[in-house]
């Protein structure tokens, strides 16, 4: 009987531990709605991964300053599953991506779309509402 217990309680410890985690940041915790954003910037890089894909970009200020930018997108999966792929926005693009800023006053944001050169609109997140549709 111990050694059925014992089998018992390994079986809900490893349920337990591979259970996926549901928690998540709320968008309003983070990004602030009322403030919009839309820059124009080089691609620096993409981190291709979940729960979060971030793409960078360069964004040179009226003073000649360049700042990179951090905007967060939806998950790789989700991107991939829209029709993304990794090579759609390669370092050096020259892209413009529309959001809400972070709160936090750092340079980065919750991206909804991303404007290729060729006037492409690639949906890269959802924003204040879960499946929120592209301005």
Known sequence: MLSRTYFVAAVVAVMLATTPVVAHHSFSAEFDITKTIKLSGKV?????????????????GTDGKVV??????????????RGWRREDVPAGLEVTIEGWLARNGTPTANTNTIILPDGRRLFAGSGPGEGAAPR
């Open 44 to 60: 620096s890089s993409v981190r291709w991964s979940n729960p979060h894909a971030w793409i960078y970009i360069d964004v040179t």
């Open 68 to 81: 990179n930018w951090a905007f967060e997108m939806n998950a790789a999966n989700s991107l991939y599953r």
